[in-house]
């Protein structure tokens, strides 16, 4: 029951102002220490309309630097929103480091409005719980705070404050029609919202409903509930995180020792295939966009091993319109202070589109753990947080396909001496690439971890054999099609 | 759906036996290394009956030492156990460290019995499910790895089972009631089955759906998920664990300095209140015992408070059938090497019994902190599991009442020196004592924090004033009295 959660006896005025002028102290010296500390903290306003979130959030922010913090109302998704993954829009949300986001209505708002007004299955709703309890834990994992709130009023005080806001035209249109909607149903809108907060409340992401009869009651209760919460996340914020064990179906994969790197193809067999294969590819994205199928395709693997004109075979069968491929270098500042996913979130494709990473998410497991980029615990942590990630593309219906462009250390000698001595090849070859080659035996073993690793049923590796690249780039375009076949036929309608 | 948690596509034959040994192999290399990072590790066979779980259990432990192993049948509670909450059997149960424990059939076993043979309402099943999370996260936060399996095999599987070993007389005594009626039952149980599952089914503490249609291959899904497990918590075991908000209503405490420690009785009202109260306990534990109310009285305090005393009085009101006193020292070699609340599981009274703490679970925010006998991690986490332990009891239904027995520092030298004065009482009086005294200042910050994040509603402190003894018996007194009265008017029947 929405009510039992965690109510607290509620003291009388005087100690309310009280506390508040505390809590309100305390506050302002923790937004100090959260810069410091760069601690990102995600705050939810949920509740029923007419709740006075809207009031209470206007007193929270009072404290805070305009710099430290942001609130964004979200509204129902676009139709171009829906076209992304459904956690899309929230990932998209995430405060950066040291900074406060308050949304006014972020996924349970969506998840219970489509139960609701029946636009969701019963399937749908299973996976959304399961991808926001996953996103939760992953953003803590990652040192957020999330808090959510809840703000409680009862079906007669609800009635009331929408009829009193009704009363004056200065007022009435802060009702909206969910408001009026809301209202009608209050008890169905009761059991979905209790329903979502059960499935949701996690002991270390848990709902706290908010009394919200009284307004500064209300208030009380969240200033203090936030300010107890940055006291807890500047503890966590030093310590390390437990690592999970793998629950998803993993592939059995080679080690790079053991590929076959001889493989090769002739000149005219390559034109032959190259043309047939890019024709197929051609037809089958022109299907794949009327279905609304989206592909990733996204190639990782040794400097020099081919991945620019493998990847130039692939795009040149698609139309312009329907891809995007995306160089991923290192992280800029304002990316490197959100959650390490978050820049690959913002740059997925819409239903229907190739989207193309010239290196990818996998950067964490590989150059930023053997540069010391992110911490071993990160990095560690990593193969769990990538393969949830592609969980929820392959459950949202992509097609995921990961290149590993593989060639050996001699090749690469060849490769990298050819360009020195070629002034128009020149700009390809930097000093950072002869030292990557020096740790070529490291990043060796960290590649076989990751692809033993992350080789899922639903995203597995392929390994690209790049000694002759007509060859890889072959393979590559035969896996695309096959796999794009493969889920046209799967996919209905 | 059952089926489709973990899938893992099934390898040839050869690849099986293969890849057994190897998993044996590492298995018994792994003992060893749990012995020494003193690991616990409680596994859970739980699914269809004739899914060969006995079998594939046999197997497993085939590799490790017997010294390092037990593995237990649960059946149905007893009458006796029914009385204790429903977590206890379990707790009971979990293993040292360094040691397996293997549960053929546990907790998952008896919550879906009991919905199935609809002994169980709607609530105490959602009840249930929140005990169990709780309980789960606790064990993994405490440095356990809990590994869940569920043996799933088709219905016309089991059938096919069942009627293989009903054949002949020395196989079909394996065949229980409970079996037919599940075969008879299947699809009601599998939802019912499937729905636990789900609900219980954490990132951290995953179940592991175990495809048991053959033999070799359910045991190395077994062998390597175990295998990977330890691998994992062997890893964690040298981090720290993210604390936990708390969720829990607080009530607002006064600190010990702003005490008023004058409070004081006469003699004769002292004599004449201790008769009545007594005599009105006395009732009220009669009316308890019927109701099946079980009481918890905890006590902390400063040395030469006057606890002992304090108990004295309220064990002279009560019948010796019905209480018992489980004086509390420093945990035994046994009790260190489990959970820390494992002994105080294992001491819960009986519905309709008294049982009283000298001395209490607070060990571990007041001396295990001071002293470090635990991690700084370990005391900042025990609030909140103080608070979920005393949760779990009040859900069950008990009356806990947690007294902190004060008195000033002038009073303990005075009393500590009438003892060293007073060859009688010598023996009340150690160099630990004298010790703990120079700690007074830290003491009382430790104490101060531990009674304002542990007074919940359900389970709050109450301070009581013994610079006189005789009040603070008398209060104590009052207090059980009023909270039994409270009590015995809330519960039906």
Chains 1, 2 share one sequence.
Not at 147 to 155: A, Q, R, V
Not at 156 to 167: G, I, M, N, P, T
Not at 367 to 378: A, H, I, K, Q, Y
Not at 436 to 446: P, S, T, V
Request: glycine share 4%.
């Amino acid at each position: 029951m929405i009510e039992t959660y965690n109510a607290i006896p509620k003291p009388d005025t005087d100690e309310i102002k009280q506390r508040l002028e505390i809590a309100h102290q305390r506050l302002s010296e923790q937004q100090l220490l959260m810069k410091d500390s760069k601690l990102p903290v995600l705050i939810l306003f949920e509740g029923w309309g007419a709740a006075g979130k809207g009031t209470i959030l206007g007193q929270v922010i009072k404290t805070l630097d305009p710099r430290f913090f942001s609130a964004v109302s979200l509204h129902d998704p676009s139709t171009e929103e829906k076209r992304k993954p459904f956690l899309t829009r929230f990932y998209t949300e995430i405060p950066e480091a040291g900074q406060f986001k308050f949304l006014d209505v972020g996924w349970m708002g969506e998840i219970t409005k489509d139960v609701l007004f029946e636009r969701s299955s019963k399937h749908t709703y299973k996976n959304r719980i399961g991808s926001v309890l996953r996103f939760e834990r992953s953003l803590t994992d990652n040192g957020y705070l999330v808090l959510k709130f809840f703000f409680h009023i009862s079906h007669k005080e609800q009635s009331k404050r929408l009829a009193a806001l009704a009363e004056s035209k200065d007022t009435s249109w802060q009702i909206s029609d969910f408001d009026v909607w809301e209202n009608e149903h209050y008890d169905e809108c009761y059991k979905v919202y209790d329903k979502f907060m059960e499935e949701t409340n996690t002991s270390t992401i848990p709902w706290y409903v908010i009394d919200a009869k009284s307004k500064k009651w209300a208030e009380l209760q969240v200033m203090e509930t936030l300010v107890a919460g940055i006291d807890v996340a500047l503890k966590n914020h030093t310590l390390t995180v437990p690592l999970i064990q793998n629950i998803f179906p993993l592939i059995k994969m080679p080690k790079l020792k053991e590929i076959d790197l001889k493989k090769s193809i002739s000149d005219e067999e390559y034109k032959l295939e190259l043309k047939e294969l890019q024709t197929k590819l051609r037809n089958l994205h022109n299907q794949a966009y009327r279905k609304g199928i989206p592909i990733i395709v996204a190639y990782e693997g040794w400097d020099a091993a081919g991945k620019g004109g493998n990847i130039k075979r692939l795009t040149a069968a698609l139309d312009p319109r329907g891809y995007i491929v995306h160089p991923i270098a290192s992280p800029k500042p304002f990316e490197k202070s959100r959650h390490h996913l978050w820049r690959f979130w913002i740059r997925l494709p819409k239903t229907g589109h190739f989207a193309i990473f010239d290196r990818t998410w996998y950067g964490r497991v590989m150059v930023e753990r053997l540069e010391g980029f992110c911490s071993e615990n990160d990095w560690q942590r990593a193969y769990n947080e990538l393969n949830e990630f592609e969980k929820e593309l392959s459950d949202w219906g992509a097609v995921i396909l990961k290149f590993w462009i593989h060639i050996d250390k001699d090749t690469q000698l060849a490769r990298f001496t050819d360009r020195q001595n070629t002034p128009e090849k020149q700009w390809k070859i930097t000093d950072e690439d002869w030292r990557n080659r020096e740790k070529w035996d490291l990043y060796e073993q960290a590649v076989d971890e990751m692809i033993a690793k992350t080789s899922t049923t639903y995203a597995p590796w392929h390994i690209l054999e790049s000694n002759d690249k007509k060859y890889a780039r072959i393979k590559a375009l035969k896996i695309v099609t096959e796999s794009l076949e493969k889920a046209l036929k799967e996919k209905k309608g």
